[in-house]
């Protein structure tokens, strides 16, 4: 098992600035009136960002580490909770393993198909 050593807090930086990056785009095209601000989302489009910038995260990390049983479900789930406390969303404090297992399970069976092949077809 490769276990991936990254504090909490270091992880949710990296998700609450990537997920600030996805709310500007929106916002710029127009997803999201302007106006709002991050932290007046509902819980719902808020999960939704915040899904999309840890699934962001992941993708830009090795091959090998993907392929390889590790430990970002439970660091994605770690950060998800804390995101609770920073948006006051009481919802984020049940996010799963589960739910982190399944938002990472897509890009793991995409690089375990990479390496089986050698070769990602376009």
């Given at each position: 098992m490769i276990e991936i050593k990254i504090s909490t807090s270091a992880a949710v930086l990296l998700i609450t600035e990537r997920m600030r990056f996805k709310f500007g785009l929106r916002k710029k095209i127009g997803k999201i009136e302007t106006g709002f601000e991050i932290e007046n989302l509902n819980y719902k489009t808020l999960l939704n960002i915040a899904e999309?910038?840890?699934?962001?995260?992941?993708?830009?990390?090795?091959?090998?580490?993907?392929?390889?049983?590790?430990?970002?479900?439970?660091?994605?789930?770690?950060?998800?909770?804390?995101?609770?406390?920073?948006?006051?969303?009481?919802?984020?404090?049940?996010?799963?393993?589960?739910?982190?297992?399944?938002?990472?399970?897509?890009?793991?069976?995409?690089?375990?198909?990479?390496?089986?092949?050698?070769?990602?077809?376009?």
């Amino acid at each position: 098992m490769i276990e991936i050593k990254i504090s909490t807090s270091a992880a949710v930086l990296l998700i609450t600035e990537r997920m600030r990056f996805k709310f500007g785009l929106r916002k710029k095209i127009g997803k999201i009136e302007t106006g709002f601000e991050i932290e007046n989302l509902n819980y719902k489009t808020l999960l939704n960002i915040a899904e999309t910038a840890a699934f962001d995260l992941v993708l830009l990390l090795p091959a090998d580490i993907l392929t390889e049983n590790n430990n970002l479900d439970d660091i994605i789930c770690r950060s998800m909770r804390t995101l609770a406390d920073i948006y006051n969303k009481e919802e984020f404090k049940y996010y799963t393993k589960e739910k982190a297992r399944k938002l990472m399970s897509s890009i793991t069976s995409l690089f375990k198909k990479i390496s089986d092949k050698n070769y990602l077809y376009n």
